[in-house]
């Protein structure tokens, strides 16, 4: 995966994108979901990056993108494990995005 890249940037410069992590555990369903905001995805092509660098990560069933371009989008991971923010930020750094967590 080209890093930093994305469709109709016009420019080969390494993009910096923030995203902010919270996490909810649903014990009832033994899964847990965490919403990831992410600034910086303008188009498809960067939805299916960064979903495709998560679905990759252990236990990941499912990763939902509710796109806004130009602004934050969020991310959603289900998971049937924790992940955690260094795993999460290697996967969207992958994707040439870079991760900002908040650690409260």
Known sequence: ?????????????????TIQLTTKEHSMSQTIQTNVN????????????????LEA???VKD????????GLSTVTITSTQELSPSEIGEAVAEAGYVVVANEA
């Open 38 to 53: 992410v600034s910086g995805m303008t188009c498809g092509h960067c939805v299916s990056s960064v979903s495709e660098e």
């Open 63 to 70: 990763v939902a993108v509710d796109l806004n371009p130009g």
């Open 57 to 59: 990560l252990s236990g």
């Open 1 to 17: 995966m080209p890093s930093g890249a994305c469709c109709g940037s016009g420019n080969s410069a390494t993009t910096h994108h």
